[in-house]
């Protein structure tokens, strides 16, 4: 069956996500690849040009490819970095990891992300304070299949947005805004009222068509976003 350049670049990415070509490693020239994969040059030579154009790779003439140093994030809109909004509203910011499990991805998980059946998830829920005051209820699920270290990261000690951040870079995103009203568990998180209007943000990412993760941010009532064009 003939390879295509979806399934090399994948693989490729796959490799240096799980660390075998790490940040300004070398990667095996075009020739090379071509007779790992079973493909033709063209096929090698296109699944490049997108690592390229996303930031994975840096492609320079005589001195072969390499894995970015830095990744560069070729999104459209920026990913909010909560410490940074918390601060700028001159309060001080605190993380706390709540709980942390891997799970089998649930059906509305595998719908929403076109999961396969059998894919394992971690599932972590978080809470941010400003000024010891609830800031934001984090319910996040990450697809294990596209990033298996997470597994080894302690999340108690560093949030899941900060590390994805820097693990991985995003080509799209889905995200939807909308209010719910509070249940009893929210109000132990958010300190609000059963029935108070809170608003919710879920934000779904992916990177060469594979999803890496799904958050739903919860916020207590009074929470204003503002956003720039």
């Not at 410490?83 to 059906?107: C, F, G, M, T």
């Amino acid at each position: 069956m003939r390879v295509t350049y979806k399934e090399v670049k994948a693989d490729i990415l796959a490799k240096i996500v799980r660390g075998d070509w790490g940040p300004g490693e070398l990667v095996p020239n075009e020739m090379d690849l071509t007779e790992t994969y079973n493909c033709a040059r063209a096929t090698v030579n296109r699944a490049m040009r997108e690592l390229a154009d996303e930031g994975i790779i840096e492609r320079r003439r005589k001195a072969g490819t390499r894995v970015r140093e830095t990744r560069i994030l070729q999104a459209k809109f920026d990913i909010p970095v909560l410490r940074n909004e918390i601060e700028a509203l001159n309060a001080e910011y605190r993380y706390s990891l709540v709980s942390s499990s891997v799970e089998n991805a649930p059906d509305w998980l595998r719908a929403r992300l076109q999961l396969p059946k059998a894919a394992d998830v971690l599932h972590l829920i978080c809470m941010h304070y400003a000024d010891g005051n609830p800031y934001q209820y984090e319910d996040r699920w990450i697809n294990l299949d596209a990033l298996p270290q997470a597994r080894e990261i302690d999340f108690s000690k560093l949030g899941p947005n900060d590390w994805l951040m820097s693990e991985i870079p995003y080509s799209e995103a889905e995200i939807s805004f909308s209010a719910a009203l509070a249940d009893k568990e929210m109000t132990e998180f958010l300190e609000c009222a059963v029935g108070d209007p809170i608003f919710i943000v879920e934000r779904s990412t992916w990177h060469a068509e594979q999803a890496m993760t799904y958050v739903r941010l919860s916020h207590k009532p009074g929470h204003r976003m503002t956003t720039r064009y």
